[in-house]
Structures are given as C-alpha cells and as structure tokens.
C-alpha cells in the first residue's frame, strides 16, 4: 500500500528545513511555482507527500470544532444550501463543460462557475479538466491515477491527491482551456478562492450574529459548517465518484472500466452516480439516460439552457440508449470482472 511519507524532494543537493518550508509556502500560493534544480514531478514516485497532505489534514481537522461551537439551523441550512451550488459547480461546469464540452456557454459564464467551484478546494478548473480526461483516457487501466482495480480503494479515494507527482497541471492537454488567461490564472493561484471564500462566510457569520441574533447563530460557527464541514463533505462526495462508483454499483453497458450506476452517489453528487452510463458515453450533458435515473444537475442545466446562459446541450445517441435497453441492467454485477 501506499503509505510513505515523502518528507523532502531528492535533489542534487538537499534541502534545510527552511527551504523545504519556503518550497511548501510557494507551491501553495502558487501551483505552477518550479523551483530551479528539483526533478520533474512526473519523475516522482506515487506516494503520500506532506505538502500536499497538510491542506486536507486542515480541512478535516478543522471539522472538530463543531464540538465546540455546536450547531444551529441556520448554520446546518447555510452549508447544505452552500454543498448543492457548489456541488453543481463541479459537477455542471468542473466536469460537464470543463472536462467533456458537452455545451457551449459564454466566457464570463464559464468563469462565474469556475470560481465557484474554485472555492470547493478541488484545486483548479484546468487542473480538474485535464486530469479527468486522463482518466478517461486510461480508465482503471495501469495509467489511470486514482483507480481502485489499479491502485486501491484508499489510493483512488483520496492518496492520489496527496501526491506531488500528480500535482501539475497538464496544460498540454486542455489547449481548447488554457487560452484563456483568466482560467490559468485561478488555476495557478488556486487557494485565493478558498481563502476568499472563507473570509466571505465569516463576514456573514458577523452579519448573523449581530444583526439577527435572534437565529441564535454565531460567527464561529457558522464559518465552522459553511467552510470547514460542507466543504469536506463536499470533497469526499466528488472523490466516491473516482472510488465508489468503480467498485459498488450496477453495470448497464460493457466498457472497458469497471465503472457503476448507483442511487447513492447520485443523490449525493446531484446525477453523478450514473458512472456507467457517463463512461459509455461521456460526451452527453445528460448522465441518467432514463427518465427514471434522476440527474438534478442536468435539470440545472436545462434551467441555465432556457435563460440563455448555457446551449447547445449535447444529448444522448438513440444508438447508445438502444444498447443500454438490451442489456439485462437489474442483474447484479458485483462479482464481475
């Protein structure tokens, strides 16, 4: 298992820990920052780097404090109203638009959704775009970089994002987002969202609190459910999609994956639970192919679609629905290979 900790970078020369801390600072400021004289992190091996392992190690600590500051209606309510449209940013424009392309939309549009979810702590839009078309590319084969076939459930949910040989941003690939400067620039400066997002829900708390005391909320907690506790939940709902759903679910179509439908995940990610319905067909807007696999954010979508800021929705192929309609989908494929 993939369990070693890297605690500095071989170089030709080995760093103190001062240059290892102002290294550390550096990268997370700024995710294109390379300093002189360190290998290619392609060259790097796949394990747990502290770097990039502090930040979730925050996040999640950071969910503790609830017990201090408790819980309140308003609070619960702020960060479950704040999960979904964040939730949405990632699944309708991170992965839908940013990823597939499977509709067309204006470039302040695709901006606007960017930096919400930018402020999922997902890292950059780029970044995000141009490794889940590598997945794709490569799906729970030997390259694929978070697949529980290859790597294992824990790797696939969460290691992989702890590792400095998957942290550059593949701009190579994603030529049709990278033109576009203001994407690479909230993707290189990819903690300014987050940071902005976190002062933004204490400036609200401080409204809460002393102006509408009476919501028996105050700033403390409401910065603890809005940032800290839906922002990880929020995380851990968008990786089961790379874990979960390659290990638990129902196969209606024979890709070359082990990619799954599930209810679950696709309560929990507003339609992104419909995994092997999106790996046959990855280049629709839709993901539940039938009228019964509720997908909330396709119907989101279709709503951004009749107010003109979204078009040119990309559906699904009859050819394909065809294919799913001769499969005998209710039989369980858990012991499939």
């Known amino acids: 298992m993939k369990t070693e900790i890297i605690k500095h970078y071989p170089t030709k020369r080995k760093m103190n820990a001062g240059q ?28 747990v780097d502290w770097q990039r392992t502090l930040p979730f190690i925050f996040l999640h600590l950071g969910c503790l404090a609830v017990f201090w500051v408790g819980i309140s209606w308003t609070a619960i309510s702020a960060a479950m109203l704040l999960y979904v449209i964040r939730m949405f940013a990632i699944t309708g424009f991170y992965h839908r638009y940013f ?6 939309t204006s470039r302040i549009t695709q901006f606007l959704f960017a930096l919400i ?6 890292r950059g839009p780029l970044w995000w775009a141009a490794t889940h078309r590598h997945h794709h590319k490569h799906s729970d084969h030997k390259e ?30 994603i030529p049709d987002l990278s033109k576009y400067p203001e994407l690479v620039f909230l993707n290189r400066y990819d903690q300014t969202v987050p940071f902005a997002y976190g002062f933004l829900m204490l400036g609200i708390g401080w409204l809460l609190q002393y102006f509408f005391p009476s ?8 910065f603890i459910w809005t940032f800290f506790i839906s922002t990880t939940v929020l995380l851990h709902g968008t990786l089961f999609i790379n874990s979960l759903a390659h290990v638990w679910g129902r ?11 599930s209810w679950l995940l696709t309560l929990i990610t507003l339609g992104e639970g419909w995994h092997n319905n999106h790996h046959r067909y990855p280049h629709s807007v839709k993901q539940g192919f039938r009228w019964w696999e509720i997908d909330l954010t396709y119907y989101g979508l279709r709503f951004l679609s009749s107010i003109g800021l979204i078009w040119d929705l990309r559906p699904v192929p009859k050819a394909v629905l065809d294919e799913g309609l001769n499969k005998n989908y ?8």
Not at 215 to 222: K, N
Not at 330 to 337: A, D, I, P, Q
Request: aromatic share 12%; net charge neutral.
């Open 20 to 47: 290892v801390l102002w290294l550390t600072i550096c990268q997370w400021l700024d995710s294109d920052y390379r300093r002189e004289g360190l290998p290619n992190p392609s060259d790097l091996p796949e394990k």
């Open 99 to 104: 990823s597939h392309k499977t509709f067309k």
């Open 117 to 122: 979810g930018n402020s999922s702590m997902q």
């Open 144 to 173: 694929d970089i978070h697949s529980p076939v290859v790597s294992g459930f824990v790797w696939s949910h969460i290691g992989w994002l702890t590792c400095m040989k998957n942290f550059p941003t593949a701009y190579k690939s």
């Open 215 to 222: 919501l028996g909320v105050t700033i403390e907690q409401f």
């Open 251 to 261: 196969r209606r179509y024979e890709t070359d994956d082990d990619s799954r439908n």
């Open 330 to 337: 209710f039989k369980r494929t858990l012991n499939e290979s």
